[in-house]
């Protein structure tokens, strides 16, 4: 009967075999980030990308939550979508020609689609720039930029098309070379936004 004592000695060297293999797993999908600028320099080249995130949103008369897609296109084209239980609750289209978005149904034309959705929905998001800081990028118009020890973006703030104020926050990253942004949260003096990015394609 000496498989009896052997089993459970094999049981537990399998199980250091493979907690050692996830451990290295893991160790391999760490990667080191790409200094600042060479960084930068390719996400801004990222003109075709989609992502999948979940999105929260609190403001003083509302709460609002849901899953966001948003597919990039190139520079000015993009489509979002964000819905709840497979509802629609808004889908946004931006192209060279202008923006439209959908709500409940119906489809408004607009060329500022930030104070469009304000109107319609009764909260708002910083929407013309939102290509740009989703990638952590706080463009021409970022205010107060903070970085980290490897030079990406923690924060900046940026006026919307609206006027509102808004203070961005990048509390983590995917732990790939380019380090996009995977948790972000949006506050305004009266509304705040959670995002967190599941996936980047």
């Not at 801004?44 to 597919?71: C, H, Y």
């Not at 190139?74 to 239980?85: D, E, F, G, Q």
């Not at 469009?116 to 952590?136: A, E, F, I, T």
């Not at 380090?179 to 506050?187: C, F, G, S």
């Amino acid at each position: 009967m000496a498989y009896r004592f052997y089993r459970p000695v094999f049981l537990g060297v399998l199980l250091i075999v493979l907690n050692g293999c996830s451990l290295l797993q893991r160790a391999d999908s760490q990667q080191t980030p790409l200094n600042s600028t060479m960084r930068e320099q390719k996400i801004q080249a990222m003109q075709q990308f989609e992502l999948q995130a979940s999105v929260g949103i609190k403001t003083p008369a509302d709460s609002v939550s849901g899953n966001l897609r948003w597919q990039q296109h190139n520079s000015s084209h993009y489509n979002a979508r964000l819905s709840n239980v497979g509802i629609s609750l808004f889908e946004l289209t931006d192209t060279a020609q202008g923006s439209a978005i959908t709500i409940k149904g119906e489809t408004y034309r607009a060329v500022d689609t930030s104070t469009l959705l304000l109107q319609l929905s009764g909260w708002s998001m910083p929407l013309n720039d939102m290509p740009l800081w989703l990638r952590g990028l706080p463009g021409s118009k970022g205010r107060d930029v903070q970085r980290d020890a490897e030079g990406r973006v923690t924060g900046f703030n940026l006026t919307d098309s609206t006027g509102i104020v808004w203070q961005l926050q990048y509390q983590s990253f995917f732990p790939d070379s380019l380090a996009l942004p995977k948790r972000l949260l949006l506050q305004s003096d009266d509304s705040q936004i959670k995002i967190v990015i599941r996936s980047w394609q």
